[in-house]
């Protein structure tokens, strides 16, 4: 795929999440992958037990390492872990020199990213086809595509959406205590959090038709 003053980009599954719902929606996505293939099991209270130490690529290897062997991992402590790391923040790389995302700037001087109309294009593309094939009941329920485009909304299986669940409210107790500590002086301004990966801060400005084929054959 090429966009019109991009470099070309392949945009799969990864680059859809993040369009979706930025770096939290990418880690959670892989989560689910990697619980489909058993390589992660996810208990309903919200423990990680991995088995396996190596994945399909870097993404997959930054999951799997935030987990050790012995004693897994709590879900939200290594989903806010993982939505900082290099491999995750990579696919934002891709996803702006591809033209799909750009920098904004935010009130207060706080920094975003904005899904651009080419970008609205081709999520909206992923979705459709998506949802065609789904609703169809072309073969099993495409809970890894349903995660990165949906959210937990997409998931399937009762187990792991609990988990997130749990997890979705723990983050937001952690965000909320620490808008109670804010310094005084900070006034109105939102202070910088790890957690808010996993609400969306990207906005896109309305319905494009899709006539470009950005992400034709891509999802």
Known sequence: MKTSGSAPVSVGIHELAFLAG???????????????????????????TATARVGEGPIEDTILALVPAESGADLTEVRLAAAEAPAILAVRGRLVAAGLLR???????????????????????????WGRVDWAGEGPPDVIGGAALFGRRGLHDDETGAAFRLSDARIRRLREGKRRKRPADEGGREMYDPSSGYSSTFRNYGSYPDTSGSCAGSY
């Open 22 to 48: 930025g770096p939290g929606r990418v880690v959670d996505t892989t989560i689910v992958g990697l619980r489909v293939r058993e390589l992660l099991l996810v208990a309903r209270e919200g423990r990680l």
């Open 103 to 129: 920098r904004a700037t935010r009130p207060f001087g706080r920094r975003g990213m904005t899904v651009t109309p080419a970008g609205v294009r081709c999520l909206g593309a992923a979705r459709r086809e």
